[in-house]
């Protein structure tokens, strides 16, 4: 397996960053993780283009034009003969001292970019669906750690993750602290209401999953829109899903222990779901 690591292809045992490195440290530093399929990377410029906005708040310098990063990402999966994979691309701060100033880390940022295949869940489950729980971590707040950084501080997520894992369940569904639905651990929660697909507003991370599912949705004109909602609304949808690159969609027939609509997969989600797969080898960057 060759990783891209600053600029040179290395080999996966030699793939190594510093310990003084503040991604390591602090989790500074920011990712993306984009699919390929059938020799086409996904929506990769929006995922680039993400990625520089993440970096951009957290004023962590990129040393690649987004021009540069997507020709690292395609080459990389060149080199690694890959036509359909899973593909994560690293920014981190790069290397300090122990202190967390970001001003000591003086070389350039770390970039990585790595090139593998995963399914997040068992595959029988994106036929049967999946049971979720809700977890008593909260979603980071706007104000502290925006989850519209997709950084490398990831702890907010593995709490919940750990609480679902506790509790038996392969997700966790999380609230936000007003006590509405917010997102899953990496995934964005979708239910359908008499018809029409709903999902919580943009206060949490703008999946890139999500918008397109939104824009399929659109075409096949079933209404969507963004609309807070609580427990209750999910626990009385017709339907209920999860979209992610990682994840793709994932329906859920159990949250909580209720059983959501009939216990299966739904027909909005089983025909988003097929609409999707059509535009993941198309809409995207080909190599
Ligand atoms: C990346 C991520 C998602 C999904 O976003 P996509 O762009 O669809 O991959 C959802 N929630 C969290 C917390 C994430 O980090």
Redesign the pocket.
């Known amino acids: 397996m060759k990783i891209y690591l600053n600029g040179k292809f290395v080999e996966k045992k030699d793939a190594k960053v510093s310990v003084f490195d503040h991604g390591f440290l602090y989790g500074d530093g920011v990712f993306e993780?984009i699919r390929s399929y059938k020799r086409n990377v996904f929506k990769l410029q929006e995922?680039i283009q993400r990625l520089y906005e993440s970096a951009h708040t957290l004023m962590l310098k990129i040393p690649l034009t987004q021009a540069q990063m997507i020709d690292a990402v395609v080459r990389t999966l060149k080199s690694n003969h890959l036509s359909d994979a899973y593909i994560r691309v690293i920014v981190s701060r790069g290397e300090g001292d122990l202190g967390l100033d970001p001003r000591k880390c003086q070389g350039t940022a770390t970039v990585i970019v790595i090139t593998d295949k995963i399914t997040l869940y068992p595959q029988e489950l994106y036929q049967k669906g999946m049971a979720i729980i809700t977890v008593p971590t909260v979603r980071n707040l706007n104000e502290a750690v925006n989850?519209q950084l997709?950084s490398l501080n990831y702890l907010n997520?593995i709490l919940a993750k750990i609480e679902a894992t506790n509790s038996g369940c392969m997700e966790a569904l999380m609230m936000d602290a007003q006590g509405f639905v917010a997102?899953?651990?990496?995934?964005?929660v979708f239910i359908v209401r008499r018809g029409e697909l709903l999902t919580p507003p943009n206060a949490?991370?703008r999946?890139?999953?999500?918008d397109a599912v939104m824009e399929l949705a659109k075409k096949q004109k079933i209404m969507v829109s963004e609309k807070l909602m609580t427990r209750h609304e999910i626990f009385v949808a017709e339907e209920c899903f999860l979209?992610?690159?990682?994840a793709e969609i994932i329906p859920i027939v159990k949250v909580d222990g209720r059983v959501i609509g009939d216990g299966v997969p739904g027909p909005i989600t089983l025909k988003l779901i097929k609409a999707f797969h059509t535009i993941t080898s198309k809409d995207g960057v080909k190599y």
């Not at 999946?207 to 999500?210: K, Q, V």
């Not at 979209?243 to 990682?246: M, Y």
Request: aromatic share 0%.
């Open positions: 993780g995922h989850p997709k997520n997102e899953c651990t990496g995934d964005n949490r991370l999946g890139i999953t999500r979209t992610g690159t990682a």
